[in-house]
Each structure stands twice: as structure tokens, then as C-alpha cells.
């Protein structure tokens, strides 16, 4: 297996280091990721600044290349250019943090995977849904297992799996659920607040409001305990309401 890796919490992540170690153990790994941080920026694209790409040498080793630009520029960027083919499989993560529910969209770690389904290269997001997780060992295991499955299964062109796990020893985790994407949402506004100088500035706050209340729905999975897999596209047609606009007079 030939597998690409990428992220949004960018090259130096410790979730990054641990899923590139787990997935040597099954194929060839080549890293291409974000040269900072990229959290919340979903699929977003560079076009008015050029892009610069540095290798990145860890503990004396040659571990990936650094792109300056987001997620989705890292899959485009390893897939047309720096891979001398193209990869069997992408893996995005592991993700500091769950992507359940109303995330996905805001994702960069979906939005790196989304990329390469649309390059019909079949991708999987990974995240653990902890911003500071106590181990990322058992995500690893996981990876490993979505990606044998991948590979041996295929996927769609244009769908990717969306996985999340939760931030649990091994022996606590209950099994893994095939959900759906949740309807939870985010209830935010920007916080107004006051600098040292008296100037205004704001600052995004919020909750989460958990609207899901079954196991086939990702956000309540791993909320009890599950890993979630959801299987996901780019799709955004609603076609129930495209079937009945038909009889519109437009």
C-alpha cells in the first residue's frame, strides 16, 4: 500500500508522528502536511500567494514534506507533484480532536480527505476526540485496521470515511459504529472583549448542542463510548427538495 498523509494541525503534531509510525507497519508512507496549524479551515484552497515546500527532518530523518498553505493544498500538492505516482489510499489525522457532527464541515482534517475523494483517490480522516489526548496509540490501531479495509473494499469515487475515536484506553473502547453524520451544532458568537490599549477586539466562544440520541449517529457513538465511521461526500445536492421544486413556476 502506497499511503499519503496529511493534516490541519500540521507537521510537527504529535498525531501526525504517531499515525505516520502506524501506518509504516502496513505500506509505504509519504507525508505531506501543513507547515502550521490549519484547524477550521475546511476546504480551502491558496490561490494568490505562491506556495513553498521544505523538507522536514525529524531526530535526523528525513519525516515529510512542510507546505505553506492548508490541508487540502497538502493533497494537491503531494498527489500532482511530489509523489512520483499516485497513492493508493490518503490518510488525514490524527486529528487533535473530534469531527463529528457540524464539524465536518468546518474540518481541515475532513477537508484533506474530501480533497483527495475528489481526485478519486480513496481517503480517511482520523481524529481522536480530545484536544489533549492521553495516548494516540489506539487511533493508530485503528488507521491501521480502516486502511486494510480500504484498500481491501474500495470506496466510491468521491466518498471518504470520517472516523473518530474516542480519547479511552483500548480495553474501554465498547466496538466501532458505522453512523451517519450528526445533527449537533454550535450554539457561538464572537466575544467581545477589550486589549491592554482599549481597543475592541472578539473572540469566538461557545457551546455545543447535542442534538443526536442514537448510536448510528457519530457525535452520540463516542459519546458512549464507540468509535464512529461515517461514511461521507461532497454531494451537497438536497435531492428531496430538488424533486419538489420541480413544480415550481420558475
Given amino acids: 500500500m502506497k499511503i499519503l498523509i496529511s493534516n490541519d494541525d500540521g507537521i510537527d503534531s504529535e498525531g501526525i508522528w504517531v499515525l505516520a509510525k502506524a501506518l509504516k507497519e502496513i505500506g509505504e508512507v509519504f507525508v505531506v502536511a501543513p507547515q502550521t496549524e490549519q484547524s477550521a479551515v475546511g476546504h480551502a484552497i491558496t490561490m494568490k500567494i505562491p506556495l513553498r515546500v521544505q523538507k522536514r527532518i525529524i531526530n535526523e530523518e528525513f519525516f515529510g514534506y512542510a507546505v505553506s498553505g492548508t490541508p487540502a493544498d497538502c493533497v494537491k500538492m503531494g498527489i500532482r ?144 463510548d464507540y468509535v464512529a465511521v461515517s461514511p461521507i461526500h461532497f454531494d451537497l445536492t438536497d435531492h428531496e427538495t430538488l424533486n419538489d421544486m420541480q413544480n415550481w413556476d420558475i
Avoid at 104 to 122: K, L, N, Q
Avoid at 157 to 168: A, H, S, W
Avoid at 171 to 190: A, L, P
Wanted: hydrophobic share 35%.
Fill in 81 to 224: 507533484n511530489l509523489m512520483d505516482s499516485p497513492p493508493d489510499i490518503v490518510v488525514s489525522g490524527i486529528n487533535h480532536g473530534s469531527n463529528t457532527a457540524v464539524n465536518i464541515i468546518y474540518s481541515g482534517t475532513v477537508g484533506a480527505a474530501r480533497e483527495a475523494a475528489m481526485m478519486d483517490v480513496p481517503s480517511i480522516a482520523m481524529s481522536i476526540t480530545d484536544h489533549n489526548p492521553d495516548s494516540f496509540e489506539y487511533a493508530g490501531k485503528i488507521a491501521q485496521k480502516m486502511c486494510k479495509l480500504v484498500h481491501k473494499h474500495g470506496l466510491p469515487n468521491g466518498t471518504l470515511l470520517n472516523v473518530n475515536v474516542p480519547n479511552l484506553p483500548e480495553d474501554k473502547i465498547k466496538g466501532i459504529k458505522i453512523t451517519e453524520m450528526g445533527k449537533s451544532r454550535w450554539d457561538d458568537i464572537y466575544e467581545k472583549r477589550i486589549d491592554p490599549y482599549g481597543n475592541d477586539y472578539y473572540w469566538l466562544t461557545g457551546k455545543l448542542i447535542e442534538e443526536d440520541e442514537t448510536l448510528n449517529q457519530d457525535q452520540f457513538a463516542v459519546k458512549q
